[in-house]
């Protein structure tokens, strides 16, 4: 009975010109936040690998650690650039297929791009639990320390 | 013809899957935006600490790199707008999520449309703070 009437409330929702023009403007510009972030890695791994500034600042200020820095920078990046370059990968998929799905009244492509969309929040929600977790471990860990050098 | 997709366009409704997804999307996206309210909430403590430690802190720090000195206010001034920026894309991640959902619980074309709206302006705000920070990567590269 309860599933019944869940049916009936999606069928009263309708995709009137309204939500459509809000849901087009949303697809676009999670598009333009995909692409931007997408440059944006590219940028990150060049700077990792061929910029200097940090390196040199770095130096300056009397460190001699510079290759150990790029290094670790390289990696850091590099898992960046796997976790960012995955999420960005379904926003790109909800803005190019429910666009389609919209122009041409497509459910089916339109259902696809919301689910690329539910995915993407779904990975945001993972990592900020992961986050959290590691968030709670540096609180505890700090606490600890901070008992131990007080005895 | 044109009358027919005129009249198909405003009967266009969210089928089962449709409603679903969105409804799973909009769980997610809650989830998200409470756990950011609360990271939020812990940046406004450390900030706060920050302004009444002041002098002891800043002094620390200003020990360390000594051309600090010059840009405290300006530096309180950026965290401000970080926080206000940063509270304005969470309150519209939580808009886009509980109104998306309660205009599909409660039948309301209006609340969802709203949803759909705070979704909109939370995708467009990103899009800038996307646009800055890659701005700011490009002046590392050079």
Known sequence: MEEQNQLDNFFNISLDSEARTHLKQMTQWARICAIVAFIGY???????????????????????????LRTGSIIGVLITITVG??????????????????????????????GGLRTYFKIVGILTIIILGFVALAIIFVMLSAGFSSR | MEQNTEQSLLEWRVDYDGGNILKETTRWARFVSIVSFI?????????????????????YYTRLFPAL???RAAFILLCLIFLGVFTWV?????????????????????????????????????AILAIIGLLFSLRNLF
Not at chain 2, 104 to 119: E, H, K, S
């Open chain 1, 42 to 68: 590219a940028v990150s791994l060049a700077v990792a690998i061929f910029g200097t500034r940090q390196i040199s600042d770095a130096e300056s200020s009397g460190f001699s650690f510079g290759i150990y």
């Open chain 1, 85 to 114: 370059g995955i999420l960005n990968y379904f926003l790109y998929r909800f803005s190019v297929d429910a666009a389609k799905g919209l122009e041409s009244m497509d459910t089916v492509k339109l259902n696809e791009g919301l």
């Open chain 2, 39 to 59: 990271g939020l909430g812990i940046c406004i403590i450390v900030f706060l600490v920050f302004l009444a430690a002041g002098d002891a802190i800043w002094g």
């Open chain 2, 69 to 71: 000195e010059a840009f």
């Open chain 2, 90 to 126: 969470v309150v519209l991640l939580y808009r886009f999520a509980t109104l998306t959902r309660k205009g599909i619980d409660t039948q309301d074309q209006n609340l969802f449309n709203q949803g759909l709206r705070a979704g909109k302006t939370y995708f467009l705000l990103s």
